[in-house]
């Protein structure tokens, strides 16, 4: 179990002030610890990204946004609470908040979402770098959709967790860097990047360095974009 406590030498090793918990996958609708930790944090440095059912009573949506909750979880994968056949009945309850989705699905099936995320009205984040199991090349098609639902204006991508589709591996994961690097050339305004601590998804032998993962930016992004990746843009997406 990760707590808190454990996160605070890794928040003071890589220099966060600021940090936006999501809801794991292993306790489905569950979103106790996931309030708890927003609590114990402080609500001026801490968001969250909750598990959203289609029918949780909005009066129970407005209490955890008043606790730091700013977004909603949908996870097209195994272990997902709400997957996307749910997401649009999630965005139309969550929509008078101001929240935004968090999406994520294997985008070698992009075109299977396509339509459905031309439908979203509200904001929502590409999560794990399109999440490409396996990764393609940077000039993929199915980048070029990324790239292409950027421009509509309410789409972000995150920067995450590429060890965990990555074929080449770290430190630079090239593969994936790739897709990174085109999409950040093409909308740094729109994206964000996120630590994936603890590393839930890969056995404890494959467990990544934290440092390494904050590092792969200094490779993908210049100077000037890595201040809007890591400092400017979370603070307008999630009210910093």
């Known amino acids: 179990m990760a707590t808190v406590e454990n996160y605070r030498p890794v928040q003071k090793r890589l220099g966060l002030e600021r940090v936006v ?11 106790r610890a996931l309030l708890e930790a927003l609590a114990e944090i402080a609500p ?5 990204v909750a598990a959203v059912a289609p029918d949780t009573p909005r009066d129970e949506l407005q209490a955890w946004h008043e606790k730091g909750v700013r977004g909603a979880r ?9 997957t996307i056949d749910k997401m649009r009945d999630v965005e139309r309850l969550i929509r008078p908040l101001g929240w935004h989705l968090m999406v994520q699905f294997n985008g070698r099936y992009l075109d299977d979402y396509l339509a459905d995320l031309h439908k979203i009205e509200s ?21 070029d959709d990324i790239l292409r639902l950027l421009d509509r204006g309410n789409a972000w991508f995150k920067v995450c967790a590429g060890y965990e ?26 994206i964000i990047w996120g630590s994936n601590w603890p590393h839930v998804g890969v056995p404890r032998e494959q467990y990544p360095d ?30 910093f």
């Open 123 to 143: 904001e929502y984040i590409i999560d794990h770098i399109g999440k490409f199991m396996d990764p393609v090349a940077a000039d993929d098609f199915r980048v």
């Open 165 to 190: 589709a990555s074929l080449t591996g770290g430190p630079y994961y090239e593969d994936v860097g790739a897709i990174a690097k085109r999409v950040i050339k093409h909308a740094p305004e729109r």
């Open 21 to 31: 918990v999501t809801q794991p996958n292993a306790y489905q609708f569950d979103n």
């Open 210 to 239: 934290d440092a390494e993962q904050l590092d792969v930016l200094l490779d993908w992004a210049s100077p000037e974009l890595r201040r809007k990746i890591l400092v400017d843009n979370p603070a307008a997406l999630y009210g």
């Open 44 to 48: 001026q440095t801490a968001r969250g």
């Open 74 to 82: 949908i996870m097209n994968l195994p272990g997902g609470a709400v």
